[in-house]
Nanobody
Framework: QVQLVESGGDLVQPGGSLTVSCAMSKYTLDNFAIGWFRQAPGKEREAVSCIGIASTYYLDSVKGRFTISRDNAKNTVDLQMKSLKPEDTGVYYC????????????????WGQGTQVTVSS
């Protein structure tokens, strides 16, 4: 059974930076596409960034501010977030699916429990 655990969520001021990590147990992340999704209060969950074997996707509103990357040594996928804005606030979930890049929520088979990111002064 694939298990995903997110970490790194925190309260940060606007303009600040934060990195959230997604760790997978029992399997190596190499064989999976990984997506980071977020859900703000009262809004639907949306795809923020996804990474496949050799390609990535970013939501338009985070391009240039967020970077997704694999850390094979740690077996994690990290989402580095810079120049954070209040509208980046939400619960950030990572998800995994075997295969190449996918960023549609319905394609993902495995989900973590989420980590809270709050951007506020």
């Amino acid at each position: 059974q694939v298990q995903l655990v997110e970490s790194g969520g925190d309260l940060v001021q606007p303009g600040g930076s934060l990195t959230v990590s997604c760790a997978m147990s029992k399997y190596t992340l190499d064989n999976f596409a990984i997506g980071w999704f977020r859900q703000a209060p009262g809004k639907e969950r949306e795809a923020v960034s996804c990474i496949g074997i050799a390609s990535t996707y970013y939501l338009d509103s985070v391009k240039g501010r967020f970077t997704i990357s694999r850390d094979n040594a740690k077996n994690t996928v990290d989402l580095q977030m810079k120049s954070l804005k209040p509208e980046d606030t939400g619960v950030y979930y990572c998800a995994a699916v075997r295969g190449t890049l996918a960023c549609e929520e319905y394609r993902y088979d495995y989900w973590g429990q989420g980590t809270q990111v709050t951007v506020s002064s």
